[in-house]
């Protein structure tokens, strides 16, 4: 089974942004030592509990302290950016650290309405999704579509290119443009059936991907027993709560653990809850076998985990999953 890590980084309690970014480094080089495919960061702003909001200075900072895993972005929030800049950062990477880098793409902007207007972003930006994808691919492939623009570096690196998405849109684009697809079903789940389906059936061969691949996100929270990824799972849902349900409270920080336990479990946390429903929870043999369930239920070449806890829980669950066959053919 094709597994690859998804790190958001995680800033959590009593943690700096520098432990947080630290412990990135500790798991890509678990990841690397145990045989899984890749690692990629997803770009965020304006959160608290989340340090990976400069995607492209973390993948370089973990690439020279890793040596052969594969390394990305899950994505870049494009509309967040002009697709020359990010040709010219992703360039760079691909220069430093050849096939190993990864771009993937996203049209949300990651953030709320007010932190998208403090990165100075037209609000239409996202209209203009599929347009500036391929604008940036021309940058990568050597072949740009602006008169007189040239990527450098960026220019004729083609770093590889996957389109991410939560719905229908991502899926017809992806398979318009021959791209592989990445569904975020870690946290959106409702139409992965259906957009992978529709990308495998309308899927046109390019020159990056003779067929279609499917990634599909899924959670994993993965401990030595079940009762203690039980108690982890709760504190996922905790975090979640906190910081989705109270994120604008001024005592969002005071509430205890019972009060958000209330909440987790009252109908005002359904899209909280919703947002779990996709996890690999329990022991490393329990988890694995969930993995492989889930891969065949959601048609997917590969799953990509948001592996949740501390640093080091995050690195044992990646050590329980492999020890429990998970990377095993």
């Known amino acids: ?87 010219e950062q992703f360039g760079t990477l691909a220069e430093l650290h050849p096939g190993r ?16 207007t403090a990165l100075r972003r037209d609000i239409r930006a996202s209209e203009r999704f599929p347009e500036d994808v391929v604008e940036l691919q021309g940058y990568l492939r050597g072949e740009p579509t602006v008169p007189g623009i040239k990527a450098v570096p960026g220019h004729g690196t083609d770093a590889p290119l996957t389109i991410l998405g939560s719905s229908l849109f991502g899926a017809q684009l992806a398979a318009a443009l021959g791209l592989p697809y990445a569904f975020a079903s870690h946290f959106a789940p409702d139409a992965l059936h259906q957009a992978v389906a529709v990308y495998r059936e309308r899927f046109q061969p390019s020159a990056q991907l003779a067929e279609p691949f499917v990634i599909a996100g899924i959670n994993a929270v993965v401990a030595p027993s079940r009762a203690e990824a039980l108690e982890m799972q709760r504190a996922v849902a905790r975090a979640r709560v906190r910081g989705l349900l109270l994120r604008d409270s001024p005592i969002a920080q005071q509430v205890g653990d019972d009060e958000l336990d209330a909440l987790a ?53 990646l050590e329980l999953i492999e020890g429990a066959g998970g990377l095993a053919d």
């Open 101 to 116: 880098i990864d771009l993937g793409l996203g049209r949300a902007p990651g953030t709320d309405q007010r932190t998208w």
């Open 1 to 87: 089974m094709r597994l690859s890590v998804l790190d958001l980084a995680p800033i959590n309690p009593g943690e700096t942004a520098g432990e947080s970014l630290h412990g990135s480094v500790l798991l890509a080089q678990a990841a690397e030592r145990l045989g899984f495919a890749r690692v990629w960061y997803a770009e965020h702003h304006n959160m608290a509990t989340i340090a990976s909001s400069a995607t492209s200075v973390l993948i370089a900072h973990v690439a020279a302290h890793t040596s052969t895993i594969r390394l990305g972005a899950g994505g870049v929030m494009l509309p967040n950016h002009s697709p020359l800049v990010i040709a």
């Open 265 to 317: 479990a009252s109908p005002q946390a359904a899209p909280v809850q919703k947002m779990l429903q996709h996890t690999a929870l329990g022991t490393g043999e329990e988890a694995v076998a969930t993995l492989r369930r889930f891969a065949i239920e959601a048609d997917a070449d590969e799953l990509i985990m948001a592996v949740h806890g501390k640093t080091a829980e995050r690195v044992r669950a």
